[in-house]
């Protein structure tokens, strides 16, 4: 059997691959992403799940390591998460009654081969326009500062969000119908992932 390892501490990512019948190992890669760039959102989101992941399947000598990184982009800027609630309130304003690109790098490696595959999914999200009350109350509520972008989909900002385009689990930071794609290509059906028991597949 083949463990499955998720290189995130994001309780999103964790949540959505649970309730999509996969219960994976956590194993935080805490690599300094400030360390990272990349010339574009894409190039950069990519860059940092290579790295989770590269960190992570150090670590094991053998598993699929999933490595993911998430950001919006907003007039060709990257945004991941506000650093304060100043900040988080301006990106909201910034928001407010447009259309952003929510970008998430996918890197997935075996741990025993070393073999890698990556991806990249792109996700339009049309926001709504709340009023200052709306986006403080938000802010308040302390979610703004916990994802990239500023805001939880299937939580609270999800009353913010008026349609999307693309693949909507990518909000969530991790594309289902992406990753199942990966995990075929490293022989591992999503049926048969469903069937085995917690952690391994």
């Known amino acids: 059997m083949t463990m499955i390892v998720l290189g995130s501490r994001s309780p999103s990512r964790l949540a959505l691959l649970r309730r999509a019948g996969l219960n994976p190992v956590v194993e935080v890669s805490d690599i ?18 290579i790295a989770k992941a590269s960190t992570v399947a150090a670590r094991f000598d053998r ?5 993911c990184d998430s950001m919006l982009e907003l007039d060709g800027m990257a945004y991941g998460k506000p650093k304060s609630a100043s900040s988080a309130i301006e990106l909201w304003r910034q928001l407010a009654g447009r259309r952003g ?23 339009t999200v049309g926001f709504a326009t709340p009023s200052e009350a709306e986006i403080a109350g938000y802010v308040a509520t302390g979610e703004p500062l916990e994802v990239a972008g ?28 992406l990753l199942r794609r990966l995990l075929s290509e490293f022989g591992v059906p999503l049926t048969l992932a469903w069937a085995q028991s917690p952690a391994a597949v």
């Open 32 to 49: 300094d992403e400030s360390a990272i760039t990349g010339e574009t959102t894409a190039e950069l989101t990519g860059r940092l799940a």
């Open 63 to 67: 598993g699929i390591v999933i490595g």
């Open 150 to 177: 500023g805001f939880k989909i299937d939580h609270r900002g999800g009353w913010f969000v008026e349609r999307i385009e693309g693949e909507p689990s990518n909000l969530q930071g991790l594309s289902l119908p």
């Open 101 to 123: 690109l929510f970008h998430t790098g996918h890197c997935l490696i075996d741990a025993a081969s070393g073999r890698t595959a990556t991806a990249h999914c792109v996700t």
